[in-house]
């Protein structure tokens, strides 16, 4: 198995792969912090991005979905103002993400990546752990394994 150990060698790696690699492994990074939302417009784009088989018309259908979830978390937690609310809608934006039909983004898995972590964040704070979680390091091994399987 790979060996990832910094965010380097972890974008690297995420680079090297093709766009439907990038979105099974972001599949991947997006159910890691599923819990934080119970959107099922969310649920739907991660159950999406984890088919090798995707059609350019269906990921359209489901990342508008995704997209409108995140845009309306976005409304939701800037009226909360709580942590929770902003960690789920970092959730809706990192499965949005991983259907985007077109990614301009040459990284697509790393900007969820990124998302995720952010989530992850928001939730640890708003259960009063501060900002440490090791949301990189699980990261880190869900693309080794990824790596060492083939997907």
């Known amino acids: ?3 990832i150990q ?3 060698d972890f974008r690297a790696a995420l680079a090297a792969l ?5 979105r099974l492994v972001a599949a991947r990074f997006v159910e890691n912090v599923g819990t934080l939302t119970n ?3 969310v649920k739907a784009a991660i159950h999406a ?6 059609s350019a018309p269906e990921l359209e259908v489901v990342y508008s979905a995704a997209k409108t979830a995140a845009i309306e978390s976005y409304t939701h937690c800037g009226q909360q103002g709580d942590w929770m609310s902003q960690a789920g809608h970092f959730v809706a934006e990192a499965a949005a993400t991983s259907v985007t039909p077109e990614p301009k983004a040459v990284n697509l898995a790393w900007d969820v ?10 939730a640890t704070i708003a259960e009063g752990q501060g900002t440490e979680n090791r949301e990189a390091e699980q990261q880190y091994r869900i693309l080794a394994d990824f790596l060492s399987n083939k997907g």
């Open 18 to 22: 093709t766009v439907p690699q990038q």
């Open 39 to 41: 959107d099922s417009r």
């Open 6 to 8: 910094n965010d380097s």
């Open 1 to 3: 198995m790979s060996t």
């Open 113 to 122: 990546a990124m998302r995720a972590r952010m989530a992850r964040t928001c």
């Open 49 to 54: 991005a984890r088919r090798a088989d995707i």
